[in-house]
Structure formats: C-alpha cells, structure tokens
C-alpha cells in the first residue's frame, strides 16, 4: 500500500503564492507520475500538474505559467509552487500517485488539502 500526505494549503489573496507538498511512502514503484488534482466546489476533479519519474510535466490550462510543479524522487515527494493565485484557484488539492506494473495501474489519492484564494 501506498499512503499520501499533503501539506500547504491555506488561505491566500488574490496575487500570492502558496507551495503544496505530498509526501509518499510505502511501497513505491520507482517509474511513477506524481500529481496534483483539484475539484472546487460544484465542479468535477480536474488536471493541475502532474510530473513523472523521469522529470518530465504537464500543466492544466489554466494553471500554465503560473504553477510549477517539482519532485524530490529520493524524498518520495512533489512539490507545487503557485504563484499568482487567483480566486478561481480555490478547491480541494489533491495529490496522486500513478504507477502501471505489469499491465496492472496502481492509482493512490491523498486526502486532500483546501487552498482558499480570497480577494
């Protein structure tokens, strides 16, 4: 099993910058995508950012050029700096991990951690 903890969230205004954290642990496949979802309220998850094993990204319309997303493999952690908030950034953060061994896909939710952009 694999366990998922974030940190991070809070309350922001309109124009700052928040850093997520999720921390992984337990049994964990090397080749992974490490990512962050958000689901506001009324709406359906969503895409953030998401980073594979190997480095490499991709960003949710939205969020491109505003967010970055980072990983510390050694760590089992992935980072997301976002900067330039705006109130449409609020929701529920969710941080997943992704692995496919043998055919098999392996998917680990956090629990979530709120970010509240006020104005």
């Known amino acids: 099993q694999v366990q998922l903890v974030e940190s991070g969230g809070g309350l922001v205004q309109a124009g700052g910058s928040l850093r997520l954290s999720c921390a992984a642990s337990?049994?964990?496949?090397?080749?992974?995508?490490m990512g962050w979802y958000r689901q506001a309220a009324g709406k359906q998850r969503e895409l953030v950012a998401d980073?594979?094993?190997?480095?490499?990204?991709n960003y949710g319309d939205s969020v491109k050029g505003r967010f970055t997303i980072s990983r510390d493999n050694a760590k089992n952690t992935v980072y997301l700096r976002m900067n330039s908030l705006k109130r449409e950034d609020t929701a529920v953060y969710y941080c997943?991990?992704?692995?496919?061994?043998?055919?098999?896909?392996?998917?680990?939710w956090g629990q979530g951690t709120q970010v509240t952009v006020s104005s």
């Open positions: 980073i594979t094993s190997g480095g490499s990204t």
């Open positions: 337990g049994s964990i496949f090397s080749i992974n995508t």
């Open positions: 997943k991990l992704h692995s496919v061994l043998y055919g098999t896909v392996f998917d680990y």
